[in-house]
């Protein structure tokens, strides 16, 4: 069952928010069968190798679940409030997305656990060129500040980084080249929206 779809799930897919490259959207349409759902076509690439229909994939750090496959190209189906509260909402015929597939029992954890929930939408407000990494500045939605610390985890577009500053509800993380590279961050420009999903393990401790 998709992540997104039930609030029920059969199972539980993990993400460690280490991207192993981008998608291109080739087709969105809405569901015939159910007016509220809506379909999204995604040219996997090499990503595609191996999935199975039914398996979860972030797409843009949202946990969804493959419902059709035609040898690259993936089928995902989302209700509409998930395009609303998610940067899903916001993406086009063309656009590039963030791919990660879940994780399978026994491999190695290399960012932080990810569960493709989406919190909530940052908004890009400042991006500075340093001659070795990008430092991007984004505004945290209000109910979500709490759970962003300097040099805790988070998630932006199902990226893992580390938060290296915290100003009020604005904070900032900095991105090598070769991340830039592999992921939709070299098409990000200032006010452009990014999914985000602060740290579990955080969450469990303020709770």
């Known amino acids: 069952m998709g992540c997104y779809l039930y609030p029920i ?14 998608g291109k959207i080739k087709k969105i349409e809405k569901n015939t069968k159910n007016r509220s759902a809506i379909k999204v076509s995604v040219d996997l690439g090499k990503n595609s190798k191996g999935l199975k229909i039914g398996q979860s ?15 690259n ?7 509409d409030e998930t395009m609303k509260k998610t940067d899903l909402g916001n993406l086009k015929v063309g656009s590039l997305i963030n791919i990660e597939r879940s994780l399978k029992i026994g491999e190695r954890l290399e960012g932080h656990f990810v569960l493709g929930h989406v919190d909530g939408v940052a908004t890009i407000t400042k991006i ?18 709490k759970y962003v610390v300097e040099k805790g ?16 509800d604005l904070a900032s993380v900095c991105l090598i080249p070769h991340t830039v590279e592999i992921t939709n961050f070299k098409t ?3 006010g452009d929206k990014l999914n985000i999903e602060t740290d579990v393990l955080g969450k469990y401790i303020l709770n």
Do not use: R, Y
């Open 153 to 168: 985890s988070i998630a932006l577009d199902g990226i893992s980084l580390t938060v290296v500053d915290t100003k009020n």
């Open 128 to 145: 500075e060129q340093k001659p070795k990494e990008v430092k991007v500045w984004f505004k945290i939605p209000k109910k979500l500040v």
């Open 73 to 79: 190209l993936c089928m995902f189906e989302m209700i």
């Open 57 to 71: 994939v972030a797409l843009n750090g949202v946990c969804l679940s493959a419902t059709k496959i035609s040898k």
């Open 9 to 22: 799930h059969h199972h539980v897919a993990m993400f460690t928010g280490i991207i192993t490259g981008t």
């Open 188 to 190: 990000k420009k200032i």
